[in-house]
């Protein structure tokens, strides 16, 4: 399995404002994912995060309020942008070492804005 | 469109007995399956998963179960004791991508 390190792990965050959440991991993987989770709700998916080309985004999911980056294989990073109380979540960074393997997750960034 | 969802958002159960999770799914096309368990304030962890071309898997006090004819996946947990406490998610995988059930709480009484 893969270590998957966020930060940060919690932030009150002021309306208006942006947020860059970072994720490392322990060793290369193929696919990074980014997902939400609202206050007690499941895990939806916000965009695949590519390695050199723009991420791709689910539907409902826009890069301008979510832009991400992938510099290299073990990092990304999930940038939450012009925050509104709508936005306070869980911010879920996933990991797949291969093609149709397991993914794991990460601890979380808990975002509260207000 | 894929869609996961589970039949019931809370289990009670006593400690020391048998817990079964369920779970029914859309699309026909998802090839591999994944259950996560999620404690209070931690991200999900994995337990255990099944390809499509299982219909049963074992691991250390659970088992999860797969009919490909109903679309239905289940998780079954021996034994079961106040750390099992938690929400669970099953989550199928179509295209690499993952698509989660709403959940199950699992709550445990002594």
């Known amino acids: 399995s893969a270590v998957i390190s966020q930060k940060p792990s919690r932030d009150i965050c002021q309306r208006g404002t942006s947020l860059t959440i970072q994720c490392q991991v322990d060793?290369?993987?193929?696919?990074m994912f980014w997902y939400r989770q609202q206050p007690g709700q499941s895990l939806t998916l916000i965009a695949t995060?590519?390695?050199?080309?723009?991420?791709?985004?689910e539907s409902g999911f826009v890069i301008d309020k979510f832009p991400i980056s992938r510099p290299n294989l073990t990092f990304s990073t999930l940038t939450v942008s012009n925050m509104s109380p709508e936005d306070s979540s869980i911010y879920l960074c996933?990991?797949?070492?291969?093609?149709?393997?397991?993914?794991?997750f990460g601890e979380g960034s808990w975002l509260t804005v207000v | 469109g894929e869609s996961v969802g589970l039949h019931l958002p809370t289990l009670s159960v006593q400690e020391g007995d048998n817990s079964i999770i369920n779970c029914a799914y859309s699309?026909?096309?998802?090839?591999?399956f994944i259950w996560y368990k999620q404690e209070s304030g931690k991200g999900p962890q994995f337990i255990i998963d099944?390809?499509?071309?299982?219909d049963k898997r074992q691991g250390q006090r659970v088992t999860v179960l797969l009919n490909k004819t109903v679309k239905h996946l289940s998780l079954q947990i021996a034994a079961t004791q106040p750390g099992d406490s938690a929400v669970y998610f099953c989550?199928?995988?179509?295209?690499?991508?993952?698509?989660f059930g709403t959940g199950t709480r699992l709550q445990v009484f002594p």
């Open positions: 995060a590519n390695q050199g080309s723009e991420a791709t985004y």
């Open positions: 989550a199928g995988e179509h295209t690499d991508k993952l698509i």
């Open positions: 996933s990991v797949g070492v291969s093609s149709g393997n397991t993914i794991y």
């Open positions: 060793s290369q993987v193929t696919m």
């Open positions: 099944i390809r499509s071309n299982m």
């Open positions: 699309n026909s096309a998802s090839d591999y």
